[in-house]
């Protein structure tokens, strides 16, 4: 556990090239020359405290904080949260599943802006193909009961842009969900987080029920809002945390 | 046609100095060795598929992308996206208007990021200074029955923000959109791809309507849904549809 | 006068290295070339005539724009709008505490990477240690009449988020808000920035009051929309200008 705090307070700030060897715990002179409140923050409320708090284990809070800098094209941070992501115990082949998916929730830029890093920090590691993402992969059975949301796309999207309506259903759905990469409840999270971060209020309701439907917690989708609001601020978690909030009612 | 979809595919992730050089048919293999499906998503479902369909030329595709990409500041994707858009058929002076358009509606940063891409672009092509963008051009005359537009923003603005008001009528509508580097039609393609890619649900139905006022098809607009999605994010693009969808009602 | 506007020329898209030493009135080579109406847009309208207009001084339009830099990722454009912002009376001390506040207000990767562009531009014009923030600094007094705020988050919040409600009473308002730094009003105007350049709409109406509260005027607010368009682009101002306009209603 020290281990893995010490490399995340590292890994708040660490220029791109110090990556996988990140193992000092302070942040970078910068910030505390520059902004010394900054880092103060960085270290006793960040890592000293959302990162240690119960509610998440440290590999789902990597996996988040992943999901947030992917999907909102923050490269320059990716580096040592992918060290630390590895560190946490994410595989690379689900940080390869993880990219593919939020190509299609955040766009192909961001994805293929990631790709670039990650693929960079699996050679510097010395990770073995073996072990990363594969293209062919049987996938997952079909889930039950997916018709109603597929009739639902068909009935209402279809007439507007039969396109998005037939690659929602025909890839979306059932292709890139279905793919064994990430398990459907990690899938969800990191929708889930990048809606959120990217303010998608539209399709967060739907995607919060069926994140719960896939095993997500209520209390954990509760705690993953304070550490988004770290990662893609304060605003942003709030409107998903009040999301959260309407599903009851 | 088959040159085009090569260059294309290459287009999709190729490192910022290949350039113009483009035609390598498959994608990188950073991609293809850290993210394999995504790879074969990008060959087989973006480039082999998706760029194919007919609801829209490549010409516009290519509007389309190079709008997200400059709207949503992906400088990292532009230069190849930019040699495609040339291949396609954009014109260099409609780069040049299409930049200029999207600094007053995605803010200056993005364009000046821009259009430092696209100079190196133009120069490496030797394109010659008389097929830029010229400064001084004749404007187009006033759209017809514009009067109730502008007075609605006197009124409903005026009060609010005088200095909004006043640069909205004088210089975005009654200068930008009178510039002849851009046809009203493609003026509303690229305002509406803006305003998608970046969530700004609250002007899309104004520019819905704006744009089949200005030629575009409701066809067209709902296949452009389906290529926003690939590069602005699922969630975007089913919002942007659904404001589609809502103008009827 | 002059001097200020002559570098707010510059600053526009000079390249990163430039910095301090920006005085070029003119728009940099590769816009003049590639999309020489935006260059006269630039010249004319923004730097010409919004930068000039009296709603707001120089010092509230520099603290604007670095906040919507800051807070939407922009470093491109960060080294020379940093410089220009010390020149119109922003201190250091204050630029540390802007990234701070923004820190939480959209995210530590926005405040990490502007924080390393205003370390190098603190070293480069010799700022001493003494001038810039300052990690540990007496807070300012409680607001009074804070309780039905934080008793509202409390009772919304805390049972979505318990960590989210506990961060935002204990940390976000109780700490970071009382921090010295910043006076309320300038922390007010940064924070409806960043809430308006990232159209986070959910928390615009409360902030906007807050800012009234700590001083802004609501002309002033309505002349940063109009600056904000520029930086952020319209559909954010128009969409922040809207929310201003609904406070009395």
Redesign the interface.
Known sequence: MTKTILTAAAA??LPLSAGAQAAEPSP?E??K??????????KD??FGD?WK?P?LTPRDRSLITVA??V????S??LPTHLALALDNGVT?AK???L??HL???????????A??V???V?RERGIP?SE????E?ALLPPPENDAPRAAAVEK??G??????AQ??NG??FDD?WR?P?LTPRDRSLVTIV??T????A??LGFHLQHGIANGLTREQL??A??HI???????????G??A??KLDK
Chains 1, 2, 3 share one sequence.
């Open positions: 708040a700030a970078p910068a910030m020359h520059a902004a010394p409140a900054l880092a103060e923050y960085t409320t960040l959302v708090r509610g947030v800098l999907s909102t094209g923050k320059q941070q690379p940080i390869g599943g990219i593919t190509a299609f929730y955040s766009g192909w830029p961001n994805a293929v802006s790709v670039e990650a693929d960079k699996f193909a990363l993402q594969s293209a992969s209402n999207m007439p507007i842009s039969p396109s998005l690659l929602t890839v979306l890139l793919r990469d990048a809606l971060a990217n303010g998608d539209d399709q509760g705690e809002m304070a609001a770290f990662y893609a601020g304060w605003p942003k978690a709030f409107s945390a009040n959260l909030g």
